[in-house]
T-cell receptor, first 113, second 114 residues
Framework: DQQVKQNSPSLSVQEGRISILNCDYT??????FLWYKKYPAEGPTFLIS?????DKNEDGRFTVFLNKSAKHLSLHIVPSQPGDSAVYFC????????????FGKGTKLSVKP | DTGVSQDPRHKITKRGQNVTFRCDPI?????LYWYRQTLGQGPEFLTY????????KSRLLSNRFSAERPKGSFSTLEIQRTEQGDSAMYLC????????????FGEGSWLTVV
């Protein structure tokens, strides 16, 4: 049973527009959430994170929103750039989990010029 | 380059052979992790070290897999008697501050078992 779900395998967006990537989770013990970006044949690169005590965290063009009651988080990229084209993974961890991150299956973002 | 370093980047081996991967974490990081990623999936946790102590192992880590971190610096992941199902990307990650569980990945080691 998947504890972290990314229901959209792919997303295509025009350059300059907003990209919204979604993630749902089932485990109410999760208290920390992260987004990673991955290019082919490379390891995941950390993008942004959010603690469960917050509902929003912003870093430049990237903003993560957390809705604990809905067990849902989203990553907004504004404005989207062609270099943002990659697979984006949502991950979650529970308090005391010692770095055992639970990942979703990823969403492939394509930003078209 | 002060990121997480993994070697080799690619390995093709015949079924039944043993393979070993090496990971050098970010120098001041005392925590080191191994993950595995197969096609179409997200990374899956395998094991975790704090300094030289292996503190947690996933049930994915069968008895053919062994990981060590002898001096609390670099780590090795050995797979004995490889099977085709072991074909995957093996990712090493490290962290310093457990607060927030943000970990930083290396570029991965691709294993193909033929």
């Amino acid at each position: 049973d998947q504890q972290v779900k990314q229901n959209s395998p792919s997303l295509s967006v025009q350059e300059g527009r907003i990209s919204i990537l979604n993630c749902d989770y089932t485990n109410s013990m999760f208290d920390y959430f992260l987004w990673y970006k991955k290019y082919p044949a490379e390891g995941p690169t950390f993008l942004i994170s959010i603690s469960s005590i917050k509902d929003k965290n912003e870093d430049g063009r990237f903003t993560v929103f957390l809705n604990k009651s809905a067990k849902h988080l989203s990553l907004h990229i504004v404005p989207s750039q062609p270099g943002d084209s990659a697979v984006y993974f949502c991950a979650a961890s529970a308090k005391g989990s010692q770095g055992n991150l639970i990942f979703g299956k990823g969403t492939k973002l394509s930003v078209k010029p | 380059d002060t990121g997480v370093s993994q070697d080799p980047r690619h390995k093709i081996t015949k079924r039944g052979q043993n393979v070993t991967f090496r990971c050098d974490p970010i120098s001041e990081h005392n925590r080191l992790y191994w993950y595995r990623q197969t096609l179409g999936q997200g990374p899956e946790f395998l094991t975790y070290f704090q300094n030289e102590a292996q503190l947690e192992k996933s049930r994915l880590l069968s008895n053919r897999f062994s990981a060590e971190r002898p001096k609390g610096s670099f780590s090795t992941l050995e797979i004995q008697r490889t099977e085709q199902g072991d074909s995957a990307m093996y990712l090493c990650a490290s962290s310093l501050d457990i607060s927030g569980n943000t970990i930083y990945f290396g570029e991965g080691s691709w294993l193909t078992v033929v």
